[in-house]
Structure formats: structure tokens, C-alpha cells
């Protein structure tokens, strides 16, 4: 496919701000995490490139040595489709294992180079395959080695776990032999995936090791690589503590907001410290290690306070001139790609001309090396900066190439950006229906690799905000703008598209948000039981756009019907800010005024449809902040929306089984610690609750000393309770990292209490025992984060990531006499016949609401029903 680039772009242009946040998602692990390579065999040199000869072991005679030796000149020479043409054309002829063994790998290498990670991974899993036959020490030598080749392979399509686990075999292999050289790589690879998954302790661990090995070798380039690697974590250390330090503002928290913006600025010290010693290990030599360091060293400065500009730019000049002295090759185009967004210093006039010159470099490199996927980036992100030029023809142009580049490299994760760029396109030419044409297409797109992409960097998930979210909600802005639902027809299915979208991005941001399968397990076991919908329930939508809030509400019919809430995203947040924070405080009713202007904004305007339709039971699919408040505590002016309908909320529809409740709920697993876990107080109410709580149900009871994860797992691998009970200090936060259960000995993350659940499932299994699934999660005494809409993720998808059909949490801790009663009524209603849990709680708040001393929505508004309602 040709390329005619277009025109000039104008010497005045308004900057092309935030595209690099977008259109280089996955490019953070290729360019921004230096990882060793080496190749199998000695056929292949520590920078990933055979070395002349094929192997030693091939007499220069055989027919097929001259084309292998030709294609490992083609690779050289940066022409890997010529190589991989001239190997695969051998590949047959040869009968030796470790022969082909290595021709394999070379393959791998050659695939690697041009973007296709997955042909990568299927040749050196030949290559691994021929080795786990072999019994000699140059067999078990090379194992570890081609493993973290294919492990790396697996880290840049996003499979960040499955990388952990080929890597960690890895090490074990390097550490039996030993091999110091291939531990210190191995370390490094698997820090970068510890990293990619956003647990840092193991992640620093790793780098650390990995970089006292090499200097143990002192071998400059490992050096350099690994200080890189480090400085690159210590910055998005950096970033999660300056927004845990924005979470602890909003809460008020002002100390905690001090501590942890000192500890950003001590991560980016760091950052900046081990860059500079990176860049000297590698001064004299330069190569891609320098140049991606130095490329990191300008990224952190210009994040400084205050940045010298005058640095950056001679950096850059320095970066441009070592650029050039690379050999073409994929991390040269990446490179290159990266440093046309740094172009970003107030100097009027020149800086989209020299990024376009930049970008057509890197598309002739890609183009040189046969590597669609890196051309199909230089491509879109130079449609970009026309586009932000205000030069739409040609910003189409490139934008649509950048996207057919894509499909035939067969790489999703890029065609979607350009798929999304076609759609802002077209909207920004008044092409609506067109441009709808184009995010769905984006959408289906982000379906396809929904798995490997929304599972990577788990950290703060900024990525996530800027290259993915924007897409589905774009997507619903067009749909609810007013001239595309003039029609009761064209109004009807553009609602219906609207919440099949928000649907899908519940699911994305919930996996997002703890970075695994388990989202996808939980929606396969919603969708393998019968669903069975409330008939006096109604669901209730809730769409954050930018500039104002779309309600959309489903009746038990079917019809829907929406309406637009004035106040825009900025405006809500705040009210939602103000709200939270006047229900928590017991002490005054100055809550009352936020909760009638949300109410008002909210519910008042479909009354009328919930009364014709006689709605009992309101479910609400919340977005945004307003998972950030409990809907019960709303008020009309007389009394509290809870007073009128049983509430529930769920994370997503498709997450929900909606098969009726159990008729009795005898037997539970109760566990509560009283006893101060500082900074934790003691909660001298649970024991009391405990107690109510075995009384009503029966079961077993862990307290205290007893409540550890050990037991936790020994009880339900012995025995099935229908209810979970945990009365404990929880925090839920801006990530599943941040996210726990305060436990007698430890603090149990969500993934260690989803473990222990699966694991007696499949204990009970194996033992033919009948399992009863846990029916309801009970969580008194937790709290989530109010700073970040986020947060709420955590306590909204607890349900879907313990693996149980409902949960019952509080948004905040509740440590008050009062927990008791309202507990021990809940309890008490859902042994009542034909009493869903929605309307157990209503009565147990109804009664809290009815005693003077307990009537305050601080008190009882924090417990919320979420998952199944029935």
C-alpha cells in the first residue's frame, strides 16, 4: 500500500495535547521497560541478533547452511520478513532436533522484530518442546533461556500472568544449573511483569536482584538495563502515591495526604538517580540501552515542578543524533514514535513540523523491517498531529491507513485507536451516523482483546482512563445527542445501545480494576442460570457525560425511557463529594439540602413511571461517583427514597444470576476481630454481633485469634455455608492492590479470599461432596475510599470476585451498637417466606430509621445489597 504523505503542516497550530496517553498504550513494556534478550543456542548474540554463523554444529556442506546463513544476514541487516522467508523455506530439510531447535528459535526472534508476538510464542514453544526431550546439560542450559524469550513474548500481548508463571519456571531452571547471566535477565523480565500487573513489592524485588547479579557480572549493559527498569517503577510508584495523596485530600485527611506526596517525591529522586547511572554505565558505548534510558530521563523531567527546558532539549538533540546511529529495528521505530510525542517544550511554530518528520522516519523504518504494527502506530499517531492542525482530509487519510496497516498486521490493539480517531473525525464533521459506525467498530474491536488489553499496568489504570473508557463513553455521548433521538423508533434502539455499552464498560473497568479472568468466569456462571427478572423491579442507568448525566430507566415491561440531569460531570462530582461527606457526619443534619437537590436531579423526574408501573424494587447499574453514596439515603422533602422501595445496586447486569434465593439461609461462617490492629481501632461491637449473627443462623464462629485465612480456608473446604458473615475492618481503595480484609494475623486481599472459595469448590468436588455456593457475603465495619469514583469498584464487583450471588457491605465503617440490631433484623426477614434480600434490608433500615437514637442516615444508609436482589 502506498504512501503519499500529505501536505505541509501549518507553522501555527494548536498542540496535539494528550494523544501520546491514547495511542501508545502497550508501547510502555516495548520502550519503556529495557529487557534482556538472548538468543538459543550460538546462533543468536545477547542483543537478540544471530551472530553470522547458524549453529557449529552444521557442516558448512549441508544444502541448507548458505540460506541459513543468508537469512541470518537478512536479519542483520534489519530485513526480517527476508529471514523469516529463507528460514521457513529450510525449516523442513533440517532433521537434527536441536538443529531445528534453534532455527526455531531464530524464527521466533524474526517474528518478534516485526510485531507478531504470537507466532513469536508458537516458535519457541517448538524450540522448548524439542529441549524438554533433550537430557544434557546444553539442553537444560537453554530451557531457561528460550523460556524468558516466550514469557517476554507473552508480556507485550498483555498476558502479564502468563509470563509470571513461564518466568518463575524460568528462574528455577537458571538457578539449578547455575546460570548467573540468565538469572539476572529472567529477574528483570519478570520484574517488568510484576510490574505490568501492578504489584510493586515484587516487582522492586525482582529489579533489585536482577541488578545485584549484574553487577556481579559487571556487565554494563545488564547494569544499565536493570537501573533503567527500576527507574521506570520508582516513577509509577511516584504517580499511585500522588493519587492516593489526591484520594486522602478529598477525605479530608490531610496528614496522610503529606506522607505519601513526600514518598512520590522520594520515588522520583530515585527515578532520576538511577537513570543517571544508567546513562553512565552506558555513555561510552551508547546503543538502545542509552538511547531508552535517556528517553525515560527527559519523561521524568518533564513531570518535574519545574521543568528545565533548556535540559530537555539538548537531551532530545542528543536522543536524535544516537537514534540515527541504530540499526533499523523495531525499538528503533518505537523509540522514534515516543520521542515525537516529547516534543511538547513551548517553542512556537516548530514542534508539530519536527514530530511529523519524526513519525514519517518511523514509518519508513516499519515499513523497512516488514513491521505493519509499529507502521500502523507511526501512522495514526501522524494522523494525530494533522488532525490536531486542523488538516482533517489528511488527518483521514493517515488515520485510515494507520487503521488498514493494522488489520493486516492483525493487531487489534492498534486498529481500535484507529477506529476511535476515524469516529472523532467524522463527529468533528458533523458525520454522526458515520461516526457511530466507527466507535462501535472500535468497540468490537476492544471485545476481541478485552483479556489481554485491559489487564495491563493494574496499577492506577491511567491508560485505561485515557485509551480505552473514552471510547465507550464517546460512543454513548453520540447516541444520546438529542437529533439522534427525535423518533420514538430511533429513541428506542439508540437506549437499548446505550446500555448494551455501559454494560460492556462495567465489565472493563471491573476487570480492569483487579487485572484477571475472574470477571469473565463470573459472567459465564451468570449467563448458565436461568434468569429470572422481578416483576415489581425496575433498573435504573446512569450515564456520566461530560457535560451533563443521562438517567435512563427500565421499566418491568421493558420500556425505556431517559432524561438529562443539567449538572455536568465536574458539577456532579462535586455534589457527590458534598453529599458523602455531610452523610458521614452523625453529629448534624446538614446533609438533609444535598440529599433533596440529588434526589430532585435523580428520581424526581420518573416518579410518575414508577408509580403507573407499581415498582416495588429499585436496581441500580450506578456510574461513575455516584457509586460513591448509598441511594437509600435520598429524600424527597418528607421522607428517605428507602421509605418508598427496596434498593439494591449492582455492578453490571451481566454479572447478576438472578435466580431466586434459597428458602432457608441456616448455617454460617461468621468471623469478626475485635481487638485494635493499629492503625485500626478494636471494634468493641463485634463480638456482640457475632454472637447475634450465630444465634439467628447457627454455624461456626471465628474470633479473633481464630480468624486467620487458614482457618478461613479450612472451614469452607470442610463444610458449605450459605452465608459468609465477616464483621472486620475492610478498605476498599483506587485499586485491587489497595483493597483488603483486615484478618487476626494478616490483612486477606480479595484475591486470597477468591482463591480460598474456588479452592472449596474444587476440594468439595474432588471429594463428591454437594456444595450449596455461598448465597450472601456479609461485610460490617468496611469502608471505601470516598476520594475516587474507583474505589467504589472495589466493594461493587466484591461480589463478582468472591465468586458469591449477593453481598452485603457498608460504604464506610460503622463501628455503633446500632450495627446489632440492624444486622440481627436483616437476618430475620430473609428467613421470612417470599422475602427477597432487597426488601430484608429495607425493613432493617425501616427500623433503624424509626428509633430516634438510630434514625440518622450516617447510622444505617452505609449497608447496601449488591449482586443478586432476589
Known sequence: MGLSYPGTLPKKFQMWQHWHRFSLLFLASLVFCCVFHFGSLRQVAHSATPQRQFTASIPSQEPYSQVVQQGV?????????????????????????????????????????????????????????????????????????????????????????????????????????????????????????????????????????SLKIARQLNTPDYIASSLNNLGNLYISRSERYRYQANVARVEGDEPEKIRLMQLAEQEMTAAQSAFNESLRETQAVGGITYVKTLLNLNRLLEQLPSPDWAAIARNREKLLVRVETLPDSRDKAYILINLAQHFSDPEP?????????????????????????????????????????????????????????????????????????????????????????????????????????????????????????????????????????????????????????????????????????CVEVAQADAKSEASLLDANSAIIYSVILHDRTEMILRLPDGLLTSYSVSLNQEQMQQEIDQLRKLLEKRSTNEYLLAAQKIYNALIRPLEADLAAAKVK????????????????????????????????????????????????????????????????????????????????????????????????????????????????????????????????????????????LREAKLSQKRSQRNQQPVELLTLSACQTAAGDNRAALGIAGVAVRAGVRSALASLWNINDEATVPLIEEFYTQLEQPYVTKAKALQTAQLKMINHLEYSHPAVWSPFILIGNWL
Open 617 to 756: 424494587t429499585l436496581i441500580f447499574i450506578q456510574d461513575a461517583m455516584l457509586r460513591q453514596v448509598p441511594m437509600a439515603a435520598l429524600h424527597n422533602g418528607q421522607q428517605f427514597l428507602i421509605e418508598n422501595y427496596a434498593i439494591a445496586t449492582t455492578p453490571s447486569l451481566a454479572l447478576t444470576t438472578r435466580t431466586r434465593a434459597p428458602e432457608h439461609y441456616s448455617s454460617a461462617l461468621i468471623m469478626g476481630l475485635t481487638v485494635e490492629r493499629p492503625p485500626f481501632i478494636a471494634l468493641t461491637n463485634v463480638r456482640t454481633e457475632v454472637a447475634s449473627v450465630q444465634k439467628l443462623l447457627g454455624g461456626t464462629q471465628l474470633l479473633d485469634q481464630d480468624f486467620t485465612l487458614a482457618n478461613l480456608q479450612e472451614q469452607l473446604q470442610n463444610k458449605s455455608y450459605p452465608v459468609v458473615h465477616i464483621a472486620t475492618h475492610g478498605k476498599f481503595g483506587v485499586d485491587a492492590a489497595s483493597t483488603f480484609l483486615l484478618t487476626f494475623d494478616s490483612r486477606m486481599t480479595l484475591e486470597q479470599f477468591d482463591e480460598v
Open 73 to 209: 544476514e537478512r536479519y542483520q541487516a534489519g530485513k526480517f520478513t527476508e529471514a523469516i522467508a529463507l528460514w521457513q523455506k529450510v525449516l523442513s530439510q533440517i532433521t537434527s532436533p536441536k538443529e531445528r531447535a534453534a532455527l526455531y528459535s531464530n524464527l521466533a526472534l524474526a517474528y518478534r522484530q516485526i510485531g507478531q508476538s504470537g507466532k513469536a510464542i508458537a516458535h519457541w514453544q517448538q524450540a522448548i518442546q524439542i529441549y524438554q526431550h533433550q537430557d544434557d546439560q546444553a539442553a537444560r542450559s537453554q530451557l531457561p533461556k528460550l523460556l524468558t524469550e516466550q514469557a517476554q513474548a507473552y508480556n507485550e500481548l498483555g498476558q502479564n500472568r502468563q509470563a509470571i508463571k513461564i518466568l518463575q519456571s524460568a528462574l528455577e531452571r537458571a538457578k539449578q544449573i547455575p546460570d548467573l547471566q540468565t538469572q539476572a535477565a529472567t529477574l528483570g523480565a519478570l520484574a517488568n511483569a510484576y510490574w505490568a500487573v501492578g504489584n510493586y513489592e515484587k516487582a522492586l524485588f525482582s529489579h533489585q536482584a
Open 349 to 517: 511554530g516548530r514542534n508539530a513540523l519536527d514530530a511529523s518528520l519524526v513519525l514519517k522516519k518511523a514509518v519508513s523504518i516499519a515499513r523497512n523491517i516488514g513491521d505493519q504494527r509499529a507502521e500502523s502506530f507511526a501512522l495514526g499517531s501522524l494522523g494525530q498531529i494533522y488532525k490536531s492542525a486542523g488538516q482533517t482530509s489528511e488527518a483521514m487519510e493517515l488515520t485510515q491507513q494507520a487503521q488498514w496497516v493494522a488489520m493486516q498486521a492483525n493487531a487489534p490493539d492498534s486498529a481500535y485507536r484507529w477506529q476511535w480517531q476515524t469516529g472523532r473525525l467524522l463527529k468533528a464533521g458533523g458525520k454522526t451516523k458515520e461516526a457511530i459506525a466507527s466507535y462501535e467498530q472500535a468497540i468490537a474491536t476492544l471485545q476481541s482483546i478485552r483479556n489481554n488489553l485491559l489487564a495491563i499496568n493494574t496499577n492506577l489504570q491511567f491508560d485505561f482512563r485515557d485509551s480505552v473508557e473514552p471510547v465507550y463513553r464517546e460512543l454513548m455521548q453520540l447516541l444520546l445527542e438529542p437529533s439522534m433521538l427525535r423518533n420514538l423508533e430511533q429513541r428506542k434502539t439508540n437506549l437499548s445501545k446505550v446500555i448494551d455499552t455501559l454494560e460492556l464498560l462495567k465489565l472493563a473497568e471491573l476487570q480492569n480494576y483487579f487485572g484477571d479472568e
